[in-house]
């Protein structure tokens, strides 16, 4: 039993000890929470980057740089950074509600920094700083406890290594949970987040620096167009009025921030995912139907092309109503809305229900469907056991951003898609990609395996200045090896193959002209040339499809900027 100094009352010393836990539990929870905070900020700020820049390029130094502010907040004395800061929680709170405008501000110069700085030097001005003093001032705290003799922290580096750790575990789970999870509330939008995570702080900050944040947050939901507000819209296509473009609609969504954009200037629309361009469709003008055009009309003649899977000579009789279709990969819904207007059962898997909403609503899909809005890979895997032989025509569409789901293009995923097809079926692959490059031939070596019956046409004929760089849309047209004709041969196709479209008439039927050699040949001296070494894409290999992918997400980042302005990827 212990007195209390002033009035001599007896006091306990389990209350005290009771008291100091409880004072510790909290301390040691706030800089959990400084943590957890700043853990979040890592997806959240790649979130940001990818409608600019594109997921990969967005991601290629984010880890080495995250890794080195790590080893900076380490080695960096703390010492010498509180006196210039006092309470080193005001930092991060600021550079959070700071990030929606450095990130606005910077984006308007991405086509000058590029894809190899652009990102880099985002992620300088916003990410970097508010991890490192995040860092600091979960450290400083950690300090502080192991003073308080608590034994777990007493060890030297033990709160510098315990902070650390917490951070890396709770970042790694943050970023697989969240972007899955992107446009399920309200809350969870990119923009939005930066708010949440600098109210977050500031709370856990504990000082005036609110009465700074509450004009910069306020700032963000009236002004900035990212921020995906009623008004924000009106002043983003105020903005974009000049340049001939308009947003009619945005939503976040699992792969991406969904947009349909409508160029006034040349009279199309254009889904948008991230920095890439599912698909779109010419608005029937006057001009045009003085051409004859009396529907709206595909902007990409490989979307025809795909449904040319009908021309494949094969020995069944049967008339379309009696075949059946899957379509993995919606996109705008060209190839199913062409399969579906000659009757034949389609079945639509497509991963993102905002691309299907915004398909149906601005693209005029039909509803003579069956759609299974889910992950094609574990769908696939599943009714290519129960329900094999299913199928007369699968497309295979699924590329975008410059970056093609390697899980999709995987041997087991295509075996599964061999499994699904009938013996005398064709299934049509689209893939987008520069023939000169690793990713590419990894991919169709792959197909090739699969199926080795196959013939390859690009989408257009090479250009007169087309350089090294031959970055095209392809699509393979291939059939099972047990298919009786052994070979692909295309019909003529007849009027009503064409569904009174004139792009079909121009594209539907793959031009001679245009076919590419397939397997394509290996360069002499190529590093592949050994069949026995040629690496093939599996589920346990996929790294392989990733680690060369930065290529030719920069070459198609290149081809999205000349088909829409800077200015409109810039402000999403």
Request: glycine share 4%; charged share 20%; aromatic share 8%.
């Amino acid at each position: 039993m212990t007195h209390d100094a002033d009035d001599g009352k007896p006091v306990s010393s389990t209350v005290k000890n009771e008291g100091s836990i409880l004072s510790l539990t909290k301390s040691f929870s706030w800089s959990i929470a400084i943590l957890t905070l700043a853990a979040i900020s890592s997806p959240v700020a790649q979130l940001n980057l990818s409608p600019v820049y594109g997921s990969i390029p967005a991601a290629r130094f984010h880890r080495e740089a995250m890794t080195a502010t790590l080893a900076v907040s380490v080695v960096l004395p703390r010492t010498a950074i509180k006196p210039l800061t006092g309470n080193l929680s005001r930092v991060p709170t600021v550079l959070a509600a700071l990030a929606p405008y450095v990130e606005w501000i910077l984006f308007s110069y991405s086509s000058k920094l590029g894809l190899s700085y652009g990102p880099l030097c985002t992620e300088m001005l916003t990410f970097y700083p508010l991890l490192l003093f995040s860092l600091l001032a979960a450290m400083d705290a950690m300090d502080s406890l192991a003073k308080r003799s608590v034994s777990v922290l007493a060890a030297p580096l033990a709160p510098t290594a315990i902070s650390l750790a917490t951070f890396y575990l709770f970042e790694i789970g943050v970023s697989s949970f969240l972007p899955p999870r992107m446009g399920s509330t309200d809350l969870l939008n990119r923009c939005t987040l930066w708010i949440v995570i600098a109210c977050g702080f500031s709370l856990l900050s504990r000082s005036k620096v609110q009465l700074l944040v509450i004009p910069l947050l306020l700032g963000t939901l009236v002004l900035n167009p990212h921020y995906n507000g009623s008004r924000n819209m009106i002043r983003l296509n105020r903005s974009l009025q000049p340049h001939g473009w308009s947003v009619l609609a945005r939503k976040e969504s699992v792969t991406g921030y969904i947009s349909v954009l409508e160029s006034e200037e040349h009279q199309f629309q254009v889904l948008r995912c991230d920095h890439s361009l599912l698909g779109g469709e010419w608005l029937v003008t006057p001009k045009l139907q003085e051409k004859g055009v009396t529907k709206r009309e595909s902007v990409y003649a490989v979307f025809s092309m795909l449904e040319a899977v009908r021309l494949v000579e094969n020995q069944s009789k049967k008339d379309d109503e009696e075949k059946s279709a899957l379509v993995i990969g919606l996109g705008i819904g060209t190839a199913p809305n062409a399969l579906m207007a000659h009757d034949i059962n389609t079945t639509i898997v497509e991963v993102d229900p905002v691309v299907h909403e915004f398909a149906t609503k601005y693209f005029s899909l039909d509803s003579n469907h069956i759609s299974v809005l889910r992950d094609a890979v574990p769908w696939v895997e599943a009714v290519s056991r129960t329900s094999p032989a299913s199928y007369d025509f699968i497309i295979h569409d699924v590329f975008t951003g410059g970056a093609e789901p390697a899980s999709l293009f995987t041997v087991e995923f295509l075996s599964g898609l061999g499994d699904l097809i009938k013996d005398d079926g064709v299934i049509a692959i689209n893939y987008a990609g520069d023939l000169n490059l690793p990713t590419t031939a990894l991919v169709l070596r792959t197909i090739h395996n699969v199926f080795p019956i196959c013939r390859m046409f690009r989408d257009a004929a090479p250009s007169s200045n087309e350089s090294l760089s031959d970055f095209i849309n392809m699509v393979l047209f291939c059939i099972k090896p047990s298919n009786r004709r052994n070979d692909i041969v295309f019909r003529n196709p007849v009027e009503a193959d064409f569904l009174e479209s004139v792009g079909r008439r121009q594209h539907l039927a793959p031009k001679p002209e245009h076919e590419v050699p397939f397997p394509p040949p290996i360069a002499k001296g190529s590093e592949e040339q050994d069949e026995s070494t040629r690496p093939l894409l599996r589920k346990e290999t996929i790294n392989l499809l990733e680690k060369y992918q930065f290529e030719g997400a920069a070459r198609h980042w290149r081809i999205m900027r000349d088909v829409v302005p800077p200015v409109v990827w810039e402000n999403w």
